[in-house]
């Protein structure tokens, strides 16, 4: 009968398997590496991307945050100019009132029977002084600032009689008092002192 000794093939064979298992080890370790090396490539990639995303956007931010300064400016500068314009129209305004007040009285002044003295406009109250020839002129003159339109609360504050040297006539100094119907009014005193002859 014919013996074989099959101890060497079996060692040979573990010693197989045993090589085949390192080198499946190492292969996979070397495969493992390689992902891991890949996927840290990967993210490193990513992560400097988004590092230069966010650089590009905080220069992007910076710009327009220098462009809103700039714009906050002009909007504040356009501010002071609208208050500026409205300040000089509200002068422009003030500047002729005085002039639309005076040609409006001397409209409705009588003619050779009566002329002020003194003028006050302030806020929205007008007064007035000035003589005239008798105490009809003085109610017609008051009857025609009443059927003005802008004006309106006409009030004789006072009345007597006025002398003046050198005319031998009773004249009639009188005070009266009315409001302008305006929004806004300037302030403004115009005295006319008659000359003591």
Do not use: C
């Not at 005319?167 to 305006?182: A, C």
Request: without cysteine.
């Amino acid at each position: 009968m014919i013996r074989i000794n099959l101890l060497p093939f079996r060692a040979a064979r573990k010693k197989e398997n045993v090589r085949r298992q390192v080198s499946i080890f190492i292969l996979s370790f070397t495969f493992v590496f390689i992902a891991a090396f890949i996927w840290h490539f990967r993210l490193a990639g990513k992560i400097a991307d988004l590092n230069t995303r966010l650089e590009n956007t905080k220069v992007q931010v910076a710009k327009y945050n220098k462009i809103n300064q700039e714009i906050a400016e002009i909007r504040k500068k356009l501010d002071m100019l609208k208050k500026r314009t409205a300040v000089i129209e509200q002068l422009d305004l003030d500047r002729k009132a005085p002039v639309q007040l005076m040609a409006s009285l001397t409209d409705l002044l009588i003619p050779n029977q009566m002329w002020f003295t003194m003028l006050d406009y302030r806020d929205q109250t007008v007064k007035i002084e000035g003589i005239a020839m008798d105490n009809q002129v003085v109610a017609d003159f008051m009857s025609h600032i009443q059927a003005y339109d802008s004006y309106n609360n006409v009030k004789l504050s006072s009345i007597k009689h006025e002398k003046l040297p050198g005319v031998d006539l009773n004249l009639k100094s009188f005070g009266i008092t009315f409001l302008k119907s305006m929004s806004e009014q300037p302030n403004l005193t115009i005295a006319e002192k008659t000359k003591k002859k």
